[in-house]
């Protein structure tokens, strides 16, 4: 079992940067693919990121070149650093670990979800 809690949402202007976190319990957070997926008001939940075991990276097209994921295993924490944002990031994030094999850009391919934090971006 793994619990996921995410933190570092808030109210931010466009154009400007938050840096989200994930911290993940249990001792084999190294063997979870870990990824970011977001729900904007009335639409269904995205796909924003990923990050593999081996590190590799995946992102949807509209955060490509302004969000940055990666992972501290020592500290059992993923991040999101988002930069650039726009009024049309504004969602709730979450975070989820994937410990089966998976296209990673799919929500059925991942095992466990924290509860999410909201971020807003005002124009």
């Known amino acids: 079992q793994v619990q996921l809690v995410e933190s570092g949402g808030g109210l931010v202007q466009a154009g400007g940067s938050l840096r989200l976190s994930c911290a993940a319990s249990g001792r084999t957070f190294d063997t979870y693919n870990m990824g970011w997926f977001r729900r904007a008001p009335g639409k269904e939940r995205e796909f924003v990121a990923a990050?593999?075991?081996?590190?590799?990276?995946y992102y949807a097209d509209s955060v490509k070149g302004r969000f940055t994921i990666s992972r501290d295993n020592a500290k059992n924490t993923v991040y999101l650093q988002m930069n650039s944002l726009r009024p049309e990031d504004t969602a709730t994030y979450y975070c989820a670990a994937a410990g089966r094999r998976g296209l990673l850009l799919l929500e059925g391919s991942y095992d466990y979800w924290g509860q999410g934090t909201q971020v807003t971006v005002s124009s």
């Open positions: 990050i593999s075991r081996s590190r590799g990276t």
